[in-house]
Every structure is written in structure tokens, then in C-alpha cells.
């Protein structure tokens, strides 16, 4: 179904009506949170559209995987680590990272890292 | 390859690095421009990211197509029909239009209104 998820944040926390934050507690992973904007409860046949949290310190797992990524960012500022470089980004910055690159997402500043990542919807 | 777009604009004219705008010069459209992302040229196998920017008194085709869209707004604010619907959308609003939605986009408003449009690459 068609659906609009409305901006209620502001820019510290950034949040959208109906869509709920989920902390990630996984190994290799701090301080970091998911929302799913476009995805399963949507109906969303063929991508997924995710917004990440990364926290002052935070950072997500470094690794690889078949799935592509494409990466707008929308809060502040951090770093994407692509293969062996270490690239800094900052508010909307667009970012492909190609399926099996290694890579990882981190905050070494002292405000919110946010940033949309598309994945294709596995089968 | 993996790509990184820096942002290279400002609030009234949004601008990446690496990437052209293309104006929109088809029946139905009206002051709109397209660029694309993450495409073909970084090699994304199944989704395209683009971002469309509709000045003051443009908009989209009225339109009604099998792929879906997944939209965050990033600039202005604007106005979607869904169906027979009319939202009012503003920045970092997230919004799914499922496949085969009559839908358009279209700015009302005296700044632009830009957004990013996630679809499925067509086989």
C-alpha cells in the first residue's frame, strides 16, 4: 500500500510517524540504531529503504555481503570505510557501494551520523 | 564500481558532484530536471536512485506505472497526488508509492521541491 511516513524530528533525532526505532545490539556493532522507511509492512516489492543512527562513537559492522548499497546521507557527518579507504561524508553525499565491498559506516564526531541506505530485497 | 557523489550545492540549488542534470522536457512535465545518482554509470544492478528538483510551478507527469517508488524528500517542500489523493510532503518525508498508483509530484510552492526517487531497474 501506498504510504507517507511524515518527518517529526528535528536535528538532533531524527524520527518519522509510524516507523519505529530499532537498537542494534549485534557483535561489531555500537551505539546504532535502524528504522525501516520502505520495507515489508509497506509492501515494498523490491528494495528496502532503511535510515541509520550512528551514534557519537558508533559504528557499524565492517563487512561484506552480495547486496548493494546506495547511501544518501541526511544528519551530520561521518565516515564509510570502502575496501582498504577510509572516505568522510557529510550531509547529502550520495554513496554506491557495490556488492561485495567491505565496508563500514562510523561516527567519530560528537553529534548523530543519519543516513538512508537502499538494499535489494533479497528473494 | 563504489562511488561516492560529494553534495556540492546549497538550499536553493542542490548539486553532486560527478552528476548532470538533465531538464525534463517531455508532455506533461513542467520545470523539472532529473539526475541520476546511483545508475547505470556506478553499475547498480537492481535499483536507480535519482533525485528530481521541480522549480516553483513545475511537476510530474500524472502518471500510473508498474514500478514502485521509494521517495525522501530532501529540499522545499512539495505536494504528491497518490491515487486521487493530495499529500503535502516536506523535507526528509518518507514516501512509498506502490506500483501501478496513479501518482504525481508537483510544487506549488516560490523554492524548489526536491526529492530522491528509488525504483527497480527494469530487466
Redesign the interface.
Given at each position: 500500500?501506498?504510504?507517507?511516513?511524515?518527518?517529526t524530528?528535528n536535528v538532533n533525532q531524527?524520527e518519522?510517524e509510524g516507523?519505529q526505532s530499532i537498537p542494534l545490539e549485534m557483535e561489531g556493532i555500537r551505539d546504532a540504531a535502524k528504522r525501516i522507511?520502505?520495507g515489508n509492512n509497506?509492501?515494498?516489492?523490491?528494495?528496502i529503504?532503511r535510515?541509520f543512527t550512528l551514534y557519537p562513537g558508533g559504528h557499524s559492522r565492517l563487512e561484506r555481503h552480495s547486496q548493494?548499497h546506495?547511501v544518501?546521507?541526511?544528519q551530520g557527518k561521518g565516515k564509510?570505510q570502502?575496501?582498504d579507504e577510509l572516505?568522510d561524508?557529510?550531509?547529502?553525499?550520495?554513496?554506491?557501494?557495490?556488492?561485495n565491498?567491505l565496508?563500514q559506516f562510523s561516527n567519530p564526531h560528537d553529534a548523530p551520523f543519519g543516513f538512508?541506505c537502499?538494499i535489494?530485497k533479497l528473494d
Amino acid at each position: 500500500m501506498s504510504e507517507i511516513h511524515k518527518f517529526t524530528g528535528n536535528v538532533n533525532q531524527y524520527e518519522w510517524e509510524g516507523v519505529q526505532s530499532i537498537p542494534l545490539e549485534m557483535e561489531g556493532i555500537r551505539d546504532a540504531a535502524k528504522r525501516i522507511l520502505i520495507g515489508n509492512n509497506e509492501g515494498a516489492p523490491n528494495f528496502i529503504m532503511r535510515f541509520f543512527t550512528l551514534y557519537p562513537g558508533g559504528h557499524s559492522r565492517l563487512e561484506r555481503h552480495s547486496q548493494e548499497h546506495g547511501v544518501m546521507v541526511l544528519q551530520g557527518k561521518g565516515k564509510i570505510q570502502i575496501g582498504d579507504e577510509l572516505f568522510d561524508v557529510n550531509q547529502f553525499d550520495a554513496v554506491f557501494i557495490e556488492g561485495n565491498e567491505l565496508h563500514q559506516f562510523s561516527n567519530p564526531h560528537d553529534a548523530p551520523f543519519g543516513f538512508v541506505c537502499v538494499i535489494p530485497k533479497l528473494d
